[in-house]
């Protein structure tokens, strides 16, 4: 399981715990993320497929972006699976704030299971004044 | 009348054997075209796996109702915080596991 699955309605709080910190991802965002989600799925009667974890992740986005107040941008996939599918590898997903700040966030995953986490902040530049 | 008689069992023996290899063709073109169809699906989803195993397109979702419908074998798909995953690798050997079984 990586943070959480929605399948098994199961959250792992140590991957959670790895957002401490961090602009853009943090533990609340994470964890609001995953229990809305959940929330979703499980009163909404929502199924284990395509269309039901869309419909839940959805709202588990919109959830952390409320936390947060900005606007994810998932990234191109790049982590892979061996061959016991545990998830491997780096994936970056972007946090776009309304004053124009974003925010890049690397989630390293060995196994599974969150190494690390970092955020990259990309402030916007200043508004140059008019003499 | 002999040459009659020895024509008549030329074209028994043509005939039967023509029957023979065309039912026998039939059997292996159909297999052919399974074992072909599966090995098709299954280098899409080996390949979608190591490039993407987050890959839900048409294409992919496709490929897992062949190997469901022909295998009898569900895949096992879940979702985390980063996307969904529509078929595991483990779902990708026991359907090849499958395929190797029944067709030796």
Redesign the interface.
Known sequence: MLVGSYGLSQIDVDDIAKFQGQEGATVASTLGHELSEQQEKQLGKLGNDNAGYTKAHAVGTATENAIIGATRVDGPPTFKTDFLNRVNGSQNTNYNYPNGKNVTVTVNVVKNNITSVSSKVQNPSPVKKKP | MKMLVSALCIFVVSYSSMFGCSNDTGNQTGNSILIDSFMYHYSKLDSI??A???D?SGVC?HSIQYMERVTNLKAH??????????F???DLIAWKDWHDKNNP
């Open positions: 796996i190591n993407n195993p987050y839900t979702n798909p879940d979702g985390n915080f980063f996307g969904w995953m529509p595991t690798r483990q």
